[in-house]
């Protein structure tokens, strides 16, 4: 089927752009966690959300559930991975399928974290963002994956039962954390095929496919390398957006330079703001709604 507004992201934009659709009568997809925003969850004490002064951030995540739940949204927690405008409509890669919708809202947030050097020449071509979507190419073979969260380690595992080697090294929040980590593998990995590499990774490089990860202690040859992160850049996501440094560009609208594609929140640029991140959602929501309607005229 092909949803009217399919939206990435389960963050304050991400709620709201849904929540608004809900409200014009739409069909919609929404992807992420049903955590939501694991950033406003950890939040202490959020002082400038209107009407709700001084809430911890896991109250107003759960407000924020009840809402999505009033209105019967539910969460699709597929990690999407790729977006592709095919013109009157965007194919969303999630999970290993293939989604449709007229229209699309990235509410996904903002990577802090920098590419590794080669990362971006050779995405597509040895590197890549999804083991579910990728992993079968490397049956029988080696793969590297560099972690930057929880996710990164099942990822790890499901790619041990494809692959003859998997080395993981932990990056990020999962840096410095070895002893833990060897724990988890040693517990799930019976074939002990999942090797941890305790360094940090300097740079990708290879000829025509990617198949060396250079890191402070050396280099390791694979077949394949994975970088599994929290948030992928918007133009790594979508190709053909155009983006300024990290964020995507948008005027007042929330409207991109792809015709139907809409980005608000963290991804749009500063203020990193939560009510500013829910108005953006609703602008973003709205314009969704009407490009739609104009298609239907």
Same mark, same amino acid.
């Given at each position: 089927?092909? *949803? ?72 699709? @927690? ?50 890549? *963002? ?17 972690? *930057?969260?929880? @996710? ?26 070895? @002893? ?9 990995? @019976? ?107």
């Amino acid at each position: 089927m092909r *949803y009217d507004i399919a939206i990435i992201g389960t963050g304050p934009a991400g709620v709201s752009a849904a929540i608004t659709a809900k409200i014009r009568n739409k069909n919609i997809i929404l992807f992420g966690s049903k955590a939501l925003s694991d950033k406003m969850i950890k939040a202490h004490r959020i002082l400038n959300y209107p009407g709700l002064p001084d809430i911890p951030g896991d109250e107003l995540a759960e407000h924020m559930r009840e809402h999505l739940k009033s209105l019967d949204i539910e969460v699709t @927690e597929k990690q999407v991975s790729m977006v592709y405008a095919m013109g009157s409509y965007f194919g969303i890669q999630a999970g290993g399928e293939m989604f449709e919708a007229s229209s699309c809202i990235l509410a996904g947030g903002v990577s802090m974290d920098t590419t590794i050097p080669g990362e971006d020449n050779y995405l597509g071509r040895g590197v890549s *963002y999804c083991t579910t979507c990728d992993g079968q190419f490397y049956k029988d073979k080696s793969a590297i994956v560099v972690g *930057y969260n929880e @996710e990164s380690i099942a990822d790890a595992e499901f790619l041990s039962e494809l692959c003859s080697k998997v080395y993981f090294i932990p990056s990020g929040k999962l840096y410095g954390k070895a @002893e833990m980590l060897k724990g988890l593998f040693a517990e799930s990995n @019976e074939n002990a095929n999942i090797v941890l590499i305790n360094e940090k990774p300097l740079e990708i490089s290879g000829g025509l496919k990617a198949d060396t990860l250079k890191t402070d202690c050396g280099e390791h040859k694979a077949d394949g390398i994975f970088v599994i992160r929290d948030a992928v850049a918007p133009d790594k996501l979508i190709p053909g957006l155009k983006t300024d440094g990290r964020h995507a560009v948008v005027d007042l609208q929330m409207k991109t330079n792809i015709e139907g594609l809409f980005v608000c929140g963290d991804a749009a640029g500063e203020p990193y703001q939560y009510i500013k991140a829910a108005g953006q959602g609703n602008t973003a929501a709205i314009s969704a709604v009407r490009y739609i309607d104009s298609m239907q005229h």
